[in-house]
């Protein structure tokens, strides 16, 4: 039997965690891009992702963000990533959903500046600290989004499973030398308590989240992009 590609791996571990939604506090709803409206979509955009870009047993440097919003991950199943950036940069077609996200915006602008999708993610793999995101009624009734850090008790429920899927996926192929954190704030601090805990990496390193960039500090964009390749710098070609 043939060893399997690092693309296999991660297909295994992405398309099948879990969490008991009974766990979560009164109130709180599961965004699962992988089992929502349209998760056949989602599964097939996933999937063809890493038969692309993962078909090889190289090393990744993880670079972890905090959990899927509804217009990126949650459309897409791709950390960071609308379906506008889907089709223009990975070269995915997308059906029957279409969203644009600021933070797939800048995110996108930055891979083009590292050298593309193929050469940026020969040598990193993108996903996030809690794979599943969440949602909560909003003071006018609709659904908004909900980071996990956002509620305590939310944070205390998901930990167990964070900390299960993060073990599973450095163990994937990941590299343990350094690990990008990107959230300067409450996704850091999480990450960095949990990584001294864990012992996964050896280092783990904070960018600024792309929505704080494109939010309040869209005049000096190119001054984060910059720092980011600064990072990715550090790491062997």
Not at 128 to 154: M, T
Request: aromatic share 10%.
């Amino acid at each position: 039997m043939a060893p399997s590609l690092l693309a296999d791996r991660l297909l295994e571990h992405v398309l099948s965690f879990s969490l008991d939604p009974h766990a979560l506090p009164d109130g709180v709803g599961v965004l699962d891009p992988f089992n929502g409206t349209h998760a056949d979509e989602v599964r097939r955009i996933v999937t063809l992702f890493h038969r692309k870009y993962y078909s090889d047993n190289g090393q990744r440097l993880l670079m972890l963000g905090i959990n899927p919003g509804r217009l990126g991950a949650g459309s897409t199943g791709l950390s960071f990533t609308d379906t506008k950036r889907c089709e223009s940069d990975l070269g995915i077609a997308v059906n029957g959903l279409h969203t644009h996200e600021p933070s797939s915006d800048f995110f996108y602008r930055m891979i083009r500046a590292a050298g593309g999708a193929e050469h940026f993610y020969s040598r990193i793999y993108v996903h996030a600290v809690c794979p599943l995101g969440f949602v909560k009624e909003g003071p006018k009734g609709g659904l908004i989004n909900l980071n996990y850090y956002d509620d305590k008790d939310l944070e205390a429920a998901v930990t167990p499973f964070v900390e299960n899927w993060l073990r599973t996926l450095v163990g994937t192929g990941m590299r343990r030398v350094l690990a990008i954190c990107i959230g300067t704030g409450k996704n850091a601090k999480y990450l960095t308590a949990l990584n001294d805990r864990l012992g996964l990496f050896e280092e783990v390193i904070t960018l600024e989240h792309p929505r704080y960039v494109m939010q309040y500090k869209a005049k000096s964009l190119e001054l984060y992009i910059a720092k980011y390749l600064s990072v990715l710098e550090r790491i062997d070609p």
